[in-house]
């Protein structure tokens, strides 16, 4: 073998020590022993290469140099004519394999020298991303180790509250007299929200009137038949359809988050081309649909004859929007262009409901219910997400518009901010946090909810949601509190008075109450949830199959059926054949716009999509432009027209 592929067969070792590897697929990222001493031998055999080229440079050297002399001393001998053409063409070739030579030694003495002069730098280099990497592992286990400790400690604290999903009328106790006083057993304290921060509730009994210096008394009367009461506030009775109860299991498929992840930091996540394993099999449109499981909240509502108490209902619905996200990590398929999701149930649930996606970039989705019970939700919703590194920020923009037919109530909200965690190391988790202002723009009442941001060291109840609700002159009527996982409780006021100054010269206000009054409480998750992506009832019931549907429709998506199957490499494949064809719908749109205007206004003009069942118009109440549905929809069902809808399956 010649000296140059020997080098280069000694360099590929050390070059596949030293490359990162980019495929993504590998699973333990620590370096055992092995591969260390692998480097180190090597290095060394490396070492041992060079003297061994030094050597060989030497000795070609020397005895090209021998044959030179050996060559000179035959040209002067006197020889035959014949022989000398001979040994002349004999010179020629060894003048040719001298002029050879002397190159090979050059470029060999270049290769050594460079070899040499940087063979150091190489070993140092080396050695410091050893170190790192080391030291990195080190800090990652010790985090890990750290994480789990805090979660124990957290868990077993003696000021932890057993159970997360009590209600706040018997979390965080603070009484001002001693834990033996006999007047505050039954007087509670919590966290206010004037100024974002604080107010203090206090307990009272049924019908006990109290006045305090300052204070405000209200009516304190709770009639046996009031709206708020617990009891009918789910539906009853069984569905008249059958439907699905379960789902195929999640494949056990495992995939290096991070190795994806890393090259997403600071970028939207909605640009970012995703396999199917971050996904559920589910689109955003049906996530967006999910919002009305606990419908029979406004079906409840549709019957107050006070606003106030209307907008309790009205607040508990708006954060039981959330209790399913609790343990959905994975990621819902971006729609696309064009896609619609409708959710035909007149019969069991009394509403009807369609999604359709309207823009791609940035992804925005519009909606729109109809109750026979008499109230119907619209809303554009359009997801803003970005990776940080440490945490997925996930941010829902538009608002939220909910009129009742018979009052003309009309109430406006936007959703709070979901954080990600733990994308690096630990057990994913999701957080609700952020303020939610719901306004009823005919009354002028509000509702000022607080989700607070969990804490390993915070004595609160874990997820927890605090508000209260006043009229239009800012008076407080009710006291809302519980978990966006778990439920919500309201408590009506009967007498307000500010506290004393705390040191840093705030003043909270103390809230004296009725008993809290179940509004909302979780329904429980199906039996296997864990395996079925943790889909509520409602959930495993959006992607079956059904007839009649418009073929935009996310139940006829091939990709997210197929990992709903379980096929998830097929699930790629086809996932990657509908965005391609997509990129080529939107390239067409641009080309048809270029015709009539210049380049830069036909690619405005591409990126405008005319929605097939909503418009464009702008909102009197907002004052934003928004789309809401213009009809149509239905009836093109009834019939089974659907001509008009776009190929995008």
Same mark, same amino acid.
């Given at each position: 073998?010649?000296?140059?592929?020997?080098?280069?067969?000694?360099?590929?070792?050390?070059?596949?020590?030293?490359?990162?590897?980019?495929?993504?697929?590998?699973?333990?990222?620590?370096?055992?022993?092995?591969?260390?001493?692998?480097?180190?031998?090597?290095?060394?055999?490396?070492?041992?290469?060079?003297?061994?080229?030094?050597?060989?440079?030497?000795?070609?050297?020397?005895?090209?140099?021998?044959?030179?002399?050996?060559?000179?001393?035959?040209?002067?001998?006197?020889?035959?004519?014949?022989?000398?053409?001979?040994?002349?063409?004999?010179?020629?070739?060894?003048?040719?394999?001298?002029?050879?030579?002397?190159?090979?030694?050059?470029?060999?003495?270049?290769?050594?020298?460079?070899?040499?002069?940087?063979?150091?730098?190489?070993?140092?280099?080396?050695?410091?991303?050893?170190?790192?990497?080391?030291?990195?592992?080190?800090?990652?286990?010790?985090?890990?180790?750290?994480?789990?400790?805090?979660?124990?400690?957290?868990?077993?604290?003696?000021?932890?509250?057993?159970?997360?999903?009590?209600?706040?009328?018997?979390?965080?106790?603070?009484?001002?007299?001693?834990?033996?006083?006999?007047?505050? =057993?039954?007087?509670?304290?919590?966290? #206010?929200?004037?100024? @974002?921060?604080?107010?203090? /509730? *206090?307990?009272?009994?049924? $019908?006990?009137?109290?006045?305090?210096?300052?204070?405000?008394?209200?009516?304190?009367?709770?009639?046996?038949?009031?709206?708020?009461?617990?009891?009918?506030?789910?539906?009853?009775?069984?569905?008249?359809?059958?439907?699905?109860?379960?789902?195929?299991?999640?494949?056990?498929?495992?995939?290096?988050?991070?190795?994806?992840?890393?090259?997403?930091?600071?970028?939207?996540?909605?640009?970012?081309?995703?396999?199917?394993?971050?996904?559920?099999?589910?689109?955003?449109?049906?996530?967006?649909?999910?919002?009305?499981?606990?419908?029979?909240?406004?079906?409840?509502?549709?019957?107050?004859?006070?606003?106030? =108490?209307?907008?309790?209902?009205?607040? #508990?619905?708006?954060? @039981?929007?959330?209790?399913? /996200? *609790?343990?959905?990590?994975? $990621?819902?398929?971006?729609?696309?262009?064009?896609?619609?999701?409708?959710?035909?149930?007149?019969?069991?649930?009394?509403?009807?409901?369609?999604?359709?996606?309207?823009?791609?970039?940035?992804?925005?989705?519009?909606?729109?219910?109809?109750?026979?019970?008499?109230?119907?939700?619209?809303?554009?919703?359009?997801?803003?997400?970005?990776?940080?590194?440490?945490?997925?920020?996930?941010?829902?923009?538009?608002?939220?518009?909910?009129?009742?037919?018979?009052?003309?109530?009309?109430?406006?909200?936007?959703?709070?901010?979901?954080?990600?965690?733990?994308?690096?190391?630990?057990?994913?988790?999701?957080?609700?946090?952020?303020?939610?202002?719901?306004?009823?723009?005919?009354?002028?009442?509000?509702?000022?909810?607080?989700?607070?941001?969990?804490?390993?060291?915070?004595?609160?109840?874990?997820?927890?949601?605090?508000?209260?609700?006043?009229?239009?002159?800012?008076?407080?009527?009710?006291?809302?509190?519980?978990?966006?996982?778990?439920?919500?409780?309201?408590?009506?006021?009967?007498?307000?008075?500010?506290?004393?100054?705390?040191?840093?010269?705030?003043?909270?206000?103390?809230?004296?109450?009725?008993?809290?009054?179940?509004?909302?409480?979780?329904?429980?998750?199906?039996?296997?949830?864990?395996?079925?992506?943790?889909?509520?009832?409602?959930?495993?019931?959006?992607?079956?199959?059904?007839?009649?549907?418009?073929?935009?429709?996310?139940?006829?998506?091939?990709?997210?059926?197929?990992?709903?199957?379980?096929?998830?490499?097929?699930?790629?494949?086809?996932?990657?054949?509908?965005?391609?064809?997509?990129?080529?719908?939107?390239?067409?749109?641009?080309?048809?716009?270029?015709?009539?205007?210049?380049?830069?206004?036909?690619?405005?003009?591409?990126?405008?999509?005319?929605?097939?069942?909503?418009?464009?118009?702008?909102?009197?109440?907002?004052?934003?432009?928004?789309?809401?549905?213009?009809?149509?929809?239905?009836?093109?069902?009834?019939?089974?027209?659907?001509?008009?809808?776009?190929?995008?399956?």
């Amino acid at each position: 073998m010649g000296i140059v592929p020997r080098v280069r067969q000694m360099l590929q070792p050390l070059s596949d020590c030293c490359l990162p590897d980019d495929s993504g697929d590998d699973e333990d990222g620590t370096a055992s022993p092995a591969d260390k001493s692998e480097l180190h031998d090597t290095i060394k055999k490396l070492s041992l290469k060079l003297d061994d080229l030094s050597t060989c440079n030497e000795l070609v050297a020397k005895h090209g140099v021998a044959l030179q002399r050996s060559l000179s001393e035959l040209d002067g001998l006197r020889i035959p004519c014949e022989s000398g053409e001979k040994l002349k063409a004999v010179s020629e070739r060894a003048t040719l394999f001298r002029i050879t030579s002397n190159a090979m030694i050059n470029a060999c003495r270049d290769f050594l020298e460079l070899a040499e002069t940087h063979s150091r730098k190489w070993q140092r280099a080396l050695q410091y991303e050893q170190e790192q990497r080391v030291h990195l592992e080190e800090t990652i286990e010790q985090l890990a180790k750290q994480h789990n400790s805090l979660e124990r400690a957290f868990r077993s604290a003696p000021g932890r509250a057993a159970n997360p999903t009590k209600s706040f009328s018997e979390g965080s106790l603070l009484t001002t007299k001693g834990e033996d006083s006999e007047e505050d =057993e039954d007087t509670e304290y919590f966290d #206010a929200m004037e100024d @974002s921060t604080s107010f203090i /509730t *206090v307990i009272t009994e049924p $019908k006990e009137d109290r006045k305090a210096e300052g204070g405000t008394t209200g009516s304190v009367e709770w009639t046996s038949d009031n709206v708020l009461d617990s009891t009918s506030l789910v539906p009853q009775g069984p569905p008249k359809v059958k439907r699905r109860v379960r789902i195929p299991d999640k494949p056990n498929y495992s995939l290096n988050l991070w190795s994806i992840m890393k090259n997403c930091i600071g970028r939207e996540l909605s640009k970012i081309p995703m396999p199917v394993n971050f996904n559920e099999p589910l689109s955003m449109l049906q996530r967006l649909t999910e919002d009305l499981e606990y419908h029979h909240l406004l079906d409840k509502a549709v019957h107050c004859t006070s606003s106030v =108490e209307q907008m309790c209902l009205v607040a #508990a619905f708006s954060v @039981s929007s959330y209790s399913t /996200t *609790v343990h959905r990590i994975a $990621k819902p398929f971006n729609p696309m262009l064009g896609e619609t999701f409708e959710l035909d149930r007149l019969d069991d649930m009394g509403l009807r409901s369609l999604c359709e996606q309207v823009s791609h970039h940035p992804p925005s989705a519009a909606h729109y219910v109809f109750s026979k019970h008499g109230w119907s939700l619209w809303q554009e919703i359009t997801i803003s997400s970005k990776f940080r590194g440490k945490y997925l920020s996930i941010m829902p923009l538009g608002a939220i518009h909910l009129e009742f037919q018979a009052s003309g109530n009309h109430y406006v909200w936007r959703k709070s901010t979901s954080t990600v965690h733990n994308i690096i190391v630990g057990k994913l988790w999701i957080d609700q946090t952020g303020d939610v202002e719901i306004v009823n723009h005919k009354t002028k009442d509000r509702c000022q909810l607080k989700f607070l941001p969990y804490s390993y060291f915070s004595k609160e109840v874990a997820r927890k949601v605090t508000g209260v609700v006043s009229d239009s002159q800012g008076k407080a009527h009710y006291v809302l509190s519980g978990s966006w996982d778990e439920q919500m409780e309201c408590a009506k006021i009967v007498q307000s008075s500010p506290s004393s100054p705390s040191l840093d010269g705030k003043q909270k206000t103390v809230y004296q109450t009725l008993p809290a009054k179940l509004m909302w409480k979780k329904y429980p998750l199906p039996d296997n949830a864990e395996n079925m992506y943790y889909f509520s009832e409602l959930a495993l019931t959006l992607n079956e199959h059904e007839e009649g549907v418009a073929p935009t429709d996310s139940r006829l998506r091939p990709d997210q059926r197929l990992m709903e199957k379980g096929h998830w490499d097929e699930a790629n494949t086809e996932k990657q054949r509908l965005e391609e064809k997509q990129r080529v719908n939107r390239r067409r749109r641009l080309e048809a716009c270029s015709r009539g205007c210049g380049a830069e206004e036909a690619e405005k003009e591409a990126e405008v999509y005319v929605p097939l069942w909503f418009e464009k118009r702008l909102d009197p109440v907002t004052g934003e432009t928004a789309c809401v549905y213009k009809g149509g929809y239905w009836e093109a069902k009834e019939k089974q027209d659907w001509h008009m809808c776009p190929n995008i399956f």
